[in-house]
């Protein structure tokens, strides 16, 4: 029972998570929900005690690239993304947070994981990088680079929204 | 202050909070030297702060039965009885979800949320045989103080004796806004109540007691200030109601 309800208490945070990764809701609960049948057919694997959260997320993780890496999903990593079409501004948190959403989409996939796993989820760097199965230092420069592409995107949608309203 | 050069990933962890005090109070007043760096470190809180406005939300959803069943694919008659209560809610929750849509970012208002967040709460940690609380109510000052400095504001565990509760202990838990505090109690029959406490309402507000069912769980819950409070158990209506308003008397003296 004790092990199920962890499980189960988990759920919303990788529903958050995957909402972010994915960018589409249908998509992200898929996702959550081949993790969690991931998660149980090798529950054994899972040392009782040792961190769950980071545990699925690794879980997540290794399914999402496979996803990526088998065609299933275009995921686009260049400027070539197609543009969001140009709306007036309605409201300004609603607008900003829609342009996060999509900014998010047009981060390459591994800056978008660090970002999500730091910022969002707030894990460790640790943590992050045990989920990432790559080195602390790596997660550091998808971080810097995640960052900096993000403030870069959100300020081009940001003059273009400008331009929209002149 | 410590001359040591400032490293990039040192003001990434600066951004996120996650260096030990004495450095970070380094790192403040270096910063104070540097206001372009300033500026960099507050773009990337910025970014996480956007991040947690853009998909907190989702945390609020009600979870999709079939995530229920995913999660419970071997299931133990414990959980068994858990699933069914949460994918109960879940259901229940379907209406809501289809009416605010994927995306809604408005917030969710407090009281329509408020009953359901602290039923699933009960149901996660009533059941619960081992780990009830985090904090145990032979610690019950420590319990208060943590709770209280999490949750930015006072809040302790009201003394339900008189109504035949005994304080088990209490658990810090995410909410939707932040941090949210659940207190467990229990009667000489085992019979469990919970009292969540979130205190991160926007607008100061009361309310009157209102009731809501969520399978075999019913919760009063009730606005005082920021402050909302929800009390839940498997009682009857009018037991639960004696008992919330013994908790509602010590919080309003």
Do not use: C
């Not at chain 2, 939300?57 to 694919?73: F, H, N, S, T, Y």
């Amino acid at each position: 029972m004790t092990d199920r309800a962890l499980v189960v208490a988990e759920i919303p945070r990788l529903r958050r998570y995957a909402r972010a990764l994915t960018g589409d809701a249908a998509r992200a609960d898929d996702l959550v929900q081949d993790t969690l049948e991931r998660a149980l057919s090798r529950w054994t694997l899972w040392r009782a005690g040792s961190n769950l959260r980071a545990w699925l997320f690794a879980i997540m993780h290794n399914l999402f690239v496979n996803q990526i890496k088998s065609g299933q999903r275009i995921e686009y990593y260049g400027d070539d993304a197609p543009s969001e079409p140009e709306m007036r501004p309605t409201q300004s948190d609603a607008l900003e947070v829609r342009d996060l959403a999509a900014a998010l989409q047009r981060l390459p996939v591994e800056q978008r994981e660090v970002m999500l796993l730091v910022g969002l989820e707030e894990l460790s760097y640790e943590e992050a990088a045990k989920a990432l199965s790559v080195p602390i230092g790596t997660v550091m420069s998808r971080l810097s680079r995640g960052r900096e592409r993000l403030r870069a995107l959100l300020a081009g949608t940001e003059a273009a929204h400008l331009k929209v309203v002149k | 202050m410590i001359e040591r050069p400032l490293s990039e990933q040192e003001l990434h962890a600066f951004a996120d909070d996650r260096l030990e005090s004495g450095r970070r109070l380094d790192l403040e007043a270096a910063l104070e030297e540097r206001p372009d760096l300033a500026q960099q470190v507050a773009a990337w809180r910025n970014q996480n702060q956007l991040l947690h406005r853009a998909f907190d939300a989702v945390l609020d959803e009600p979870i999709p039965a079939r995530l229920i069943d995913a999660a419970r694919a071997k299931p133990e008659s414990g959980a068994l009885r858990l699933a069914a209560a949460v994918a109960w809610l879940a259901v229940g929750g379907v209406i809501g979800f289809v009416v605010r849509g994927h995306y809604a970012s408005q917030r969710v208002e407090l009281h329509a949320a408020l009953p359901r967040q602290a039923a699933i709460a009960h149901a996660v940690f009533a059941a619960e045989v081992r780990h009830p609380v985090e904090v145990g109510a032979d610690q019950e000052a420590h319990l208060a103080a943590w709770l209280s400095k999490r949750l930015g504001t006072p809040v302790k565990p009201p003394q339900l004796s008189s109504v035949g509760f005994e304080l088990v202990g209490g658990r810090l838990l995410p909410g939707d806004q932040g941090p949210v505090a659940q207190f467990m109690y229990q009667d000489t029959r085992g019979q469990r109540l919970t009292l969540y406490v979130r205190a991160d309402a926007e607008d100061s507000r009361e309310t009157a007691f209102r009731y809501a069912q969520e399978d075999k769980v019913g919760v009063f819950y009730w606005l005082d200030g920021k402050l909302g409070y929800a009390l839940s158990g498997e009682l009857a209506k009018d037991d639960l109601l004696r008992v919330a308003t013994a908790v509602y008397r010590q919080l309003n003296p």
